[in-house]
């Protein structure tokens, strides 16, 4: 028994072979780490590419940002549903509110901590930087030699592109749930599409794109493989339903996606709304994404210099890099998916021409009669270093570029004194009239002590009353004579508030005996109703 006890310890105080550092343990390591390693190489890359955008001014890049922000902060305070009484003449009234950013606004909360404003540009960088990983991750999956190259040039491919990815709103994590799908769909992983359908659906009301994207690869596999599989487009459908149904806000939710969708689809110009609802001339698409043609081009050329057939893979990325094409020349707002897209779309097209130029010369260390590889170079190297010279250059144009546009932003204190004004004069829960419907998200972020006419979009009020919204209209333009005869009778707001390019409208109302004005600055009038 004591000799046995007497090994014991000898043999711990003997070194363990296993405790041996070891070559092949050291390159498993490497292999083990190298995903890791590129991928926060990446991520501080993004973000500090979209931080050089972002904060080029202490503004906000867009107003709809200090809505989703506010909104955020009312859900960390009060629950996760709260009561919504702010545009009670709208489709967004108290009774029928629904919250088609949901998800949305709930990641925003961890940024609602602090100034809110600081918050809101911190979230438009890390959501932007965690879409580009997510491009990355789907090239690497599918074997594309420089994808960490591939995925840098979404920061070269289009300024508009880096300016909308700059803004507080639920895009840029929209584009990483559509990458997430293709994802899902190249690597045959398609069960999980239907919970990726179903959450989609609580975060944004662009849902219908994962089907369409669906429905894009059931196509491009039937025209390159002659083969039906339908299953990505069912999961897809089946989460997309369950999402509908199974809703905080059900039947609200269907109810409003349907009224709100149905005027962008049937009549665009038919009223005034947000200049993303527009399309880009030429001119402007070549100024402001000539990377994102080129590489769709690119792409394209690469098709035809390729002996091979072109698979159901890169098929997918033509088709929908087209799609996002067409529709950007209808909505500006599509320029968050196009340049991506091609950018994925020749990133596949390019990959079996590339794979030679990705060759390895090993360094081999032999090791116990065993060797392993640790080292690679020459062709490998050769080429990123020529794609570098060319994507570096491209970066900082299009960051340039980037932080230009987002430095003619709207001073983000627009407004704040004015609103300051009402919380400290205007009755708590009394209705503003306003002249512009886009002021709503500024106002609501200084003020929600007060509702307010319309905001967010000027259809939810035509949908709510078409009569009240072609009056709200006539007034603020100037066309109506005494507004005051309108403004508290048939609107029930007791005061009014305009910025100052709304001559007419002041013109009338500065004439109108009903009209008092009680404060100016210069942003802003305030009037309040006497009759």
Known sequence: MMDRIDRAVRDDRQPSMRTKPSISGLIENLRLNSWAISAALLIVAFLAGMAAVQYATPNMPDNDGFYHIRFAELMREESLKPEFPWLPLTILNSREFSDHHFLFHVALIPFTFGDLRLGAKLAAVLFASIAFLCVWILLRSQKVPFAMLWSL?????????????????????????????????????YRWLMPLAFFYVWFYDAFPLLFIQAGIFLLATWMMDRKIDARPLIYVGVGTLLGLVINPYFPDNIIFFLRHLAPKLAETTSVSVGNEWYPYNTKQIMENSPLALAAFLSGTLALGLNDKRMDAKVATGFISAIFFGILLFQSRRFIEYFPPYSLIFAALAWTP??????????????????????????????????????????IGITLDGARSSIRGSK????????????????????????????????????????????????????????????????ITRGDVERPSEYIYPRFGARYVMTDLKHGDFILRADKDPGLVEVYRDR????????E
């Open 523 to 530: 942003e802003a009038v305030i009037y309040q109703a006497t």
């Open 153 to 189: 040039g979404l920061l070269a491919v289009s300024e508009a592109f880096l300016y909308r990815m700059s803004i507080t709103r639920a895009q840029s994590l929209s584009l990483a749930v559509l990458v997430i799908g293709l994802y899902l769909m190249f690597t045959q992983r």
């Open 411 to 474: 001073p983000y204190t627009l407004y704040s004194e004015a609103s300051r004004w009402l919380v400290e004069n205007a009755p708590a829960g009394s209705l503003v009239f306003q002249s512009d419907w886009d002021d709503f998200p500024r106002l609501f972020y200084y003020n929600t002590q007060n509702s307010y006419l319309i905001g967010l979009d000027p259809t939810y009020m035509q949908l709510y009353d078409d009569d009240l919204y072609d009056l709200w209209v006539k």
């Open 353 to 394: 021409l590339m794979g030679s130029l990705a060759e390895r010369v090993t360094f081999r260390v032999r090791w116990k009669e065993r060797h392993y590889q640790v080292a690679s170079t020459t062709k490998g190297w050769i080429a990123t270093g020529i794609l570098l010279l060319f994507l570096l250059p491209g």
